[in-house]
C-alpha cells in the first residue's frame, strides 16, 4: 500500500538554528499537509498546500515556517529559527482531494528536539 | 470557542468486551467526523468517517454513531483484542482555516 515516507525520523538542534523537514507525499495525491504533535498533547493542524502554494494555515504557522514542493514528489517543511517550543513530532499528510470527508495519510513523522 | 471532547485521557477493557469510546464537540456544526488510530511514536492512521445524516458507520468490528443533536459520537470496538490497544482520536473538519481538528484522544488498554 503506499504510504507517505518522511525523513529524518529524528532532528536534534540548537535554538535559533534552521531545520528543514522532509516528506515524499503518495504519488497521486494533491493536497498536502503538516501538523505537529507535542507530547501528551493533541495533533495540531499547521497548513496545507495545493496547486504550489498554500491554501490554509493556523495561528501556529507564522513568519518562522514556510512549505515548498521542490520537485515533483517531495514537500518540505521549514521552521527558520528555531525556539525550545517547536520541539514537537512533526507529521506530513497527504490527501487525493481537500474535502471534508477526505481522509488524510499520515507519515510516521519526524520528532524535532531543540536544545 | 471551538472545543472537541475525548471522554477520558485512558481506558481499561478486559479482552472480549465492547470498548467504547466518547466524542464531544461545541460550537461546531461538522457535515462529516473522523476516527484515527495512533500507535506510539506513529501517525494518526484512519479507521472510519461518518456523515452527519448518518447515525451509524460500521466496518468489521468498528461501529462509529453520530448525534448531531447531542453533539456526539460514539466509537465502539466489540470483541476487542489485545492488538485494539492504542489511542484513538476523533477529528473534525470545522469548515474554516484551521485543516482538520482533532481531540486528544483516548488511550485504550486491552487487557489479555
Known amino acids: 500500500e503506499p504510504e507517505v515516507t518522511q525523513t529524518p525520523s529524528h532532528q536534534v538542534t540548537q535554538m535559533g538554528q534552521e531545520v528543514i523537514l522532509r516528506c515524499v507525499p503518495i504519488?497521486?495525491?494533491?493536497?498536502f499537509y503538516w501538523y505537529r504533535q507535542i507530547l501528551g498533547q493533541k495533533v495540531e493542524f499547521l497548513v496545507s498546500f495545493y496547486n504550489n502554494e498554500i491554501s490554509e494555515k493556523s495561528e501556529i504557522f507564522d513568519d518562522q515556517f514556510s512549505v515548498e514542493r521542490p520537485d515533483g514528489s517531495n514537500f518540505t517543511l521549514k521552521i527558520r529559527s528555531t525556539k525550545l517550543e517547536d520541539s514537537a513530532m512533526y507529521f506530513c499528510?497527504?490527501?487525493?482531494?481537500?474535502?471534508?470527508?477526505?481522509?488524510?495519510?499520515f507519515g510516521s513523522g519526524t520528532q524535532l528536539s531543540v536544545l | 470557542s471551538q472545543k472537541i471532547e475525548q471522554n477520558s485521557e485512558a481506558l481499561n477493557i478486559q479482552e472480549g468486551k465492547t470498548a467504547t469510546l466518547t466524542c464531544n464537540y461545541t460550537n461546531y456544526s461538522p457535515a462529516y467526523l473522523q476516527w484515527y488510530r495512533q500507535d506510539p511514536g506513529r501517525g494518526p492512521v484512519f479507521l472510519l468517517l461518518?456523515?452527519?445524516?448518518?447515525k451509524e458507520k460500521r466496518k468489521e468490528r468498528l461501529k462509529v454513531t453520530f448525534d448531531t443533536t447531542l453533539k456526539q459520537s460514539l466509537f465502539h470496538i466489540t470483541a476487542s483484542q489485545p492488538a485494539d490497544s492504542a489511542t484513538y482520536l476523533c477529528a473534525l473538519d470545522g469548515g474554516g482555516a484551521d485543516g482538520l481538528t482533532f481531540g486528544k484522544g483516548t488511550h485504550l488498554i486491552i487487557q489479555p
Open positions: 461518518i456523515r452527519e445524516n448518518e
Open positions: 504519488s497521486n495525491h494533491l493536497y
Open positions: 499528510a497527504s490527501s487525493v482531494y481537500r474535502q471534508m470527508n477526505e481522509k488524510l495519510f
